[in-house]
């Protein structure tokens, strides 16, 4: 045991004693604590917006728009329609992002896809991405927007949806988008 002296305010000492291997643990602690100090502000954070959100920019493009317990399902004939959202955003000069993700299911349609990608930062146009995301089922795609871009009048995420003429049940369901907010 390791003791440690302190005075009481008479002036005697008092002995303290301190469990075995405290000062290991002290060092330890102390070691860590600089470690994560050193390494700066590594903190990322991903916001996301839930996809029943999204707002179809014009009705007559689609047959149905219905917010469903998994996003927001959309189904279409032979047209094009965009759909916007608006994502939860970090809005200081400290922070910004780098990365964008959308999830979502090619429900129906042996040609519904997902045809391209905007991004926003309020009304300023950020970055156009052409995919091609057509394959059925749920997935997650992440984008790479080049660099750590802020956003002080919020992130709008923009999909253009297509379908062709094969039937009526092309349906796309938008599960949510997000951005990987990260220290600048």
């Known amino acids: 045991m390791q003791r440690l002296q302190h005075s009481n305010t008479k002036g005697r000492p008092i002995m303290i004693r301190l ?22 502000t590594a903190h990322a954070t991903w916001y996301w917006t839930h996809g029943h959100s999204g707002h179809v920019q014009d009705p007559s493009t689609v047959t149905t728009a219905v917010p469903r317990a998994t996003g927001l399902e959309i189904s279409m004939y032979d047209s094009t329609a965009w ?19 959308v999830r979502f299911n090619i429900v129906g349609g042996m040609d519904s896809r997902i045809s391209a990608v905007k991004v926003y930062n309020g009304n300023e ?9 057509h394959t059925p089922g749920w997935q997650t795609m992440t984008l790479d927007l080049g660099a750590i871009r802020l956003f002080p009048y919020g992130m709008g995420i923009s999909l253009q949806l297509s379908a062709g003429p094969d039937s009526l049940t092309d349906s796309i369901i938008i599960g949510g988008a997000g951005a990987n907010f990260v220290a600048k």
């Open 19 to 40: 469990p075995r291997g405290f000062k290991s643990l002290l060092v330890v602690s102390f070691l860590s604590l600089t470690v994560l100090c050193l390494a700066g």
């Open 83 to 101: 759909v916007h959202y608006a994502v939860p955003t970090v809005g200081d000069t400290t922070q910004g992002a780098k990365k964008i993700r």
């Open 125 to 133: 146009l950020i970055n156009t991405f052409t995919v091609n995301w």
